[in-house]
């Protein structure tokens, strides 16, 4: 089933891609009155009308088969009811149905029998032919994921040149073989120029290719970790080597033996010639296995959308020179020495003189500088380097995680994580200190590799077995909590400007019977977060609540949180002063254990940002104290100039 | 036939195909949309509508015949907030105090509506 779609997918992209470019050949090449150049567009134009037949029956299997795949039952691709539905209702069966509409009028179009003697007539109907084929090619792109107008253009720009260049190969070859047999020697000329031609529009076609190409896989790869790592990545890659030899095949065929064709008259090279039409055919072959790897492409999640697996033991990083300077120096002189190798090496394409001295030079400064500069970079690095946590990083992850610790890790690595812990003493390395900011220089994914598989060496067992998935990266969360905590000492009641660093973990409380809410759905407000406990905190609860009209009045959204999770805190606030604002009956447990780690305090105040970042910390026993400071800082807060970068991540770097 | 007729009839059939396809799903999206814009007139026109719904009692001024109740999302009407509610009899207020968890049933023409019953629930 899965092959018999690849196979349908690939014989439908090849057809349609064929069909433009046999098309945009013929319209290259001219109308000519050599019979032998008649003789190859009858011969081209009659393969463009059969590939319209296959293209609209391996556009139907695609349907069908992806009927089946819709309605989750194979028996559907045979359902004419099944199809009907798909091509009425899906935003992709309005797409089958544009294209199928477009390739029947273009069927019809070439099956026509037009007298084409005219020039003017001529011109219309091949470049009929070329705008219908081009319009038929389109909708492909309608089908990019994501849906950008940016995106759906640099698709559809991206089909047609492929189209241009890839379907003129074949037409090209057949002309170029006709022209060199002896009685083809009267369309000799006709094929050089049109060999020319079409050299110089597939160059411009190339070059589309490979812009609008490259920005497509920003798009659907964005890392290096996707392009190795995942299936995707792989497939690109791929496709990227095949297109390499293509290229490689044609600067030989342009620069080569294009120029051998040159002269006049009916003895140019017809050896040349043939050659030529056979790298061609080479070059056309390659372009078939280039979309062969297309189609199994449009079946394959993006690399974005999925979880890469570093494929080698290191990665090079420049966080891996932080604190290292005699590392950075020398990186910075590799860095250079290689620029200037590459500096070398333009200038040799380019000039024509001194090419092979400067050459080399070029390459051996790019080589020494690379091996000088990248070993200081190197980062050791594990399959799950680039995993991203499948939790995100919340209140009730960082909460189940202290538990975890608690219990497997407080051993060796300490109650504060500082690698203190009593059964640490005889291990081969001391623990590492988990607060220590190098922690910074790991990903989460080196972190879950060491808790899956320990660090034999250094005598931290592996908990792949002990674990799930979903308590490792709860665990991953809590020591990202317990180092951000570690640095959260030092914040203190005043908002330093335009700094955000201590990402506000999110959490869901409800108030009472009511449903579940986030912090998250705060982001463009500010958001005063009281952790209390009564009877301390009384008096300060009471100077909050006194001023919650003040507080509202600066947008200000408080939500007040019982250190002891009383699930009756809002009766035992009780109604003298009214206490409005949301109290958290459920949910209370997580968040304290998750903000005491940034503030030990018995009763603790946070201002988090309208982007979700903590911005100060006040820590205090509950008493009273002026409000007129923290008004200033929320006034502070509002005035600040919010920066378009996009909101904390939820997840560990 | 000649070829150029021919090509110009084909390109008349090419935007005559994409008008009337955008045309057809355009009328067809405009409909949809007269259609919601319609229902949900109808919804909030002038009828009195009646919803029981969560929350939990915040103040009581009984000076004023007022609840403040934080509450979940009244269906068609307003999202979850904390906010007063006018009391049909002022027996009902009596019957909560501040930190009742409750299940209370509003009724009226949107927006003058009243609590008209009001039940402690244990959570």
């Known amino acids: ?653 | 036939m000649q070829a150029w007729k021919a090509v110009v009839l084909f390109n008349l059939a090419l935007v005559v195909g994409a008008g009337w396809g955008y045309a057809f799903w355009g009328v067809r999206a405009a409909r949809l949309e007269r259609e919601l814009a319609a229902a949900r007139a109808t919804a909030l026109s002038g009828v009195e509508r009646e919803w029981t719904v969560e929350g939990v009692v915040r103040a009581i001024f009984p000076e004023l015949n007022v609840l403040v109740i934080t509450h979940g999302e009244i269906n068609e009407f307003m999202p979850a907030m904390t906010m007063g509610f006018r009391v049909a009899s002022p027996k009902i207020q009596e019957a909560v105090s501040v930190g009742d968890a409750v299940r209370f049933t509003v009724r009226g023409v949107p927006p003058n509506v009243a609590v008209i019953a009001i039940q402690k629930i244990t959570r």
């Open chain 1, 1 to 653: 089933m899965l092959a018999l779609g690849l196979v349908a997918r690939w014989v439908h992209l090849a057809t349609s891609i064929f069909l433009v470019g046999g098309s945009v050949m013929i319209v290259m090449a001219g109308q000519s009155d050599r019979p032998t150049a008649r003789r190859w567009e009858q011969r081209t134009l009659a393969a463009t009308r059969a590939l319209a037949v296959v293209a609209l029956a391996s556009g139907l299997v695609v349907l069908s088969l992806q009927t089946a795949l819709f309605e989750g039952r194979v028996a559907a691709a045979l359902d004419l009811a099944a199809i009907a539905r798909v091509v009425v209702e899906t935003q992709a069966g309005h797409v089958w149905l544009v294209r199928f509409g477009l390739l029947v009028l273009l069927a019809a179009f070439l099956l026509l029998r037009l007298s084409v003697d005219r020039r003017v007539d001529w011109r219309a109907a091949r470049g009929e032919g070329v705008l219908l084929g081009a319009a038929a090619l389109l909708p492909i792109a309608a089908a990019v994921e994501p849906g950008t107008a940016r995106a759906i253009a640099l698709d559809a720009l991206h089909v047609v040149a492929a189209g241009v260049w890839v379907g003129g190969l074949v037409p090209l070859a057949l002309l170029l073989r006709a022209a060199a047999t002896s009685e083809g020697s009267d369309a000799r000329p006709y094929a050089v120029l049109a060999a020319r031609r079409f050299s110089r529009v597939a160059l411009g076609a190339f070059a589309i290719l490979a812009v609008t190409g490259a920005l497509l896989a920003t798009v659907h790869v964005g890392s290096v970790a996707g392009l190795v790592g995942t299936r995707y990545g792989r497939l690109l890659l791929a496709k990227l080597l095949f297109l390499a030899l293509a290229l490689l095949l044609a600067m030989v065929n342009r620069s080569v033996l294009l120029a051998r064709l040159g002269g006049d008259g009916a003895t140019v090279g017809r050896p040349a010639m043939r050659r030529l039409s056979g790298f061609v055919v080479a070059e056309a072959c390659l372009a078939l296995a280039i979309l062969g790897v297309v189609a199994a492409l449009g079946v394959t999640p993006p690399a974005r959308h999925d979880a890469p697996v570093w494929p080698f033991a290191i990665r090079l990083s420049t966080t891996a020179l932080e604190g290292a300077s005699a590392a950075a120096t020398r990186a910075l002189i590799g860095s250079q020495i290689a620029v200037l190798g590459l500096a070398g090496l333009v200038a040799a394409a380019t000039l024509r003189s001194r090419m092979l001295p400067l050459g080399a030079l070029g390459l051996v400064a790019l080589g020494a500088g690379a091996g000088l500069a990248l070993p200081p970079l190197a980062i050791d690095a594990y399959p799950t380097t680039y995993l991203r946590p499948s939790v995100p990083y919340q209140a009730a992850s960082v909460a189940s995680g202290a538990a975890l610790y608690r219990e497997s890790c407080v051993a060796c690595h300490g109650a504060r994580g500082a690698g203190d812990g009593p059964a640490g003493l005889n291990l081969p390395r001391p623990p590492a200190d988990l607060r220590a900011p190098h922690t910074a220089q790991h990903t989460a994914g080196d972190l879950y590799w060491w808790l899956t598989n320990g660090i034999p060496a250094a005598g931290m067992p592996g908990f792949g077995a002990r674990l799930s998935e979903d308590q490792r990266w709860d665990l991953i969360n809590f020591l990202r909590a317990l180092s951000a905590g570690d640095a959260a000492r030092g914040m203190g009641t005043a908002v330093e400007p335009d700094r955000r660093w201590l990402v506000a973990p999110d959490f869901a409380f409800a108030v009472g019977p009511t449903p579940p809410r986030s912090l998250k759905e705060y982001r463009g407000r500010v958001v005063l977060l009281v952790l209390y406990q009564l009877p301390e905190s009384r008096p300060r609860m009471s100077q909050i609540a006194g001023r919650e009209g003040t507080l509202a009045m600066l947008g200000v959204e408080v939500i007040a949180v019982p250190t002891d999770a009383d699930r009756d805190a809002i009766r035992r606030l009780g109604d003298d002063p009214r206490v409005l604002f949301p109290v958290v009956t459920d949910g209370a447990e997580a968040i304290v254990a998750t903000y005491r780690l940034f503030a030990a305090a018995p009763h603790a105040e946070f201002l988090i940002d309208r982007q979700g970042y903590v911005r100060t910390i006040a820590r205090s026993r509950g008493q009273a104290a002026e409000m007129e400071p923290l008004l200033a800082q929320i006034q502070e807060l509002n005035q600040e100039r919010v920066p378009v970068e996009p909101p904390p991540e939820e997840h560990v770097h």
